[in-house]
Structure formats: structure tokens, C-alpha cells
């Protein structure tokens, strides 16, 4: 089983990032943002650690989007916040037939990756080009709105084609919620 780590999502919330062109704190000068190698709490920083201090293998985005075909190694994928993924990320999770989106909103914006200058740049999605352009992929299983339940006073998993989606945002729950992290494992 493999974590992928958030790291684009994770640039996409910076200082000066996608989130400062949505407020209009600046213009498309914000739509290229530098990869950072940190993970941020809205990018689900406490999940990470948590999975990485039980022992699952963690691999960024950055690596998957050089080399989809790694996800083809792991029996079983686990999202985090992957809000903001390439094309190619997109296309090999959602074709790989054990995924646990373990956080709503994952998937939601396009970005592309540039290897030489470590950047990446959103391509679509979020209101971006256009206004009336929510996810963008089009994708059928977004789960954006549950990603305002943060309490999971509901929480559950529920089945999609390849896998299963929780209906809320577990990050606070991540450090202390056994039955959580049983299933995760037992998926």
C-alpha cells in the first residue's frame, strides 16, 4: 500500500499561490507556483505523518507524475488531499482498481508539472478559465462539498469504481481514531 503525499496541493496553498489569484490578491502571475516540500494542514499534513509513522510508503506527487506506471507496483493506493493533480496522476488513479480517497476534494484541479524549473502551473478547474468550471477533470465522483465536515460525526466510507471515498475531512481525526486507521489498513 502507498500513500501519495500532496505536494502540489500543497504548493497550490503557498504564499503568492493559486488561493492568493482566487481571492484576487494577484493576477495569473499566481497560477505557476514553485513545488514545496513541506505539506501544509489544509493539504492533510497530519494524515501524512500519521500513515508515515505506521509504515506505509509514502511517494510524492512530483514522483508519480514523472512515473505514473509506480502506482501499478502497489496493490492498494491511499489519496490524501490530492486536490490538485496532472493529467497523468488522474489517469492512473482513477484506472487502478484499489484506491482509498481517504479525503474529500481530492482531484479537483488540473495543474501541469514542469520537471526543469519545479514548478507547477493550473491548467484547469476551480473557477479556472472560466467561471463555471468546478472540478477539472469533470469527474463524476467529486466529493468537494464534504470537505466542510471536518467533525466526521457521520464519518463513513462509501464504494465508487475503484475504490472507496470518506464522506468527510479526517484530519483531526487521524491521530486518535483507531477504527479510522483499522480500516484504512484492512481495505
Known sequence: MVVIFPIFTSSAYADNGF?????????????????????RSEASGAGAQVLK??????IADTHVA??????????KVILLHNEYVTQEEFDVITSHPKVIYLYPN????????????DTITLVRGHGYPETTIANGFDWEFDNTPMEYDSTCENIQFYPINNGIMLNCYPEQLMTYDGSLLKTIKEF
Open 106 to 117: 481530492a482531484l479537483y484541479g488540473k495543474v501541469t508539472y514542469d520537471e526543469n524549473s
Open 66 to 75: 514523472k512515473n505514473p506506471d509506480i502506482l501499478k507496483t502497489y496493490d
Open 53 to 58: 509513522l505506521l509504515g506505509y510508503d509514502i
Open 19 to 39: 488561493y492568493s489569484y482566487y481571492k484576487g490578491e494577484c493576477s495569473f502571475e499566481c497560477l505557476t507556483v514553485p513545488i514545496r516540500d513541506d505539506v
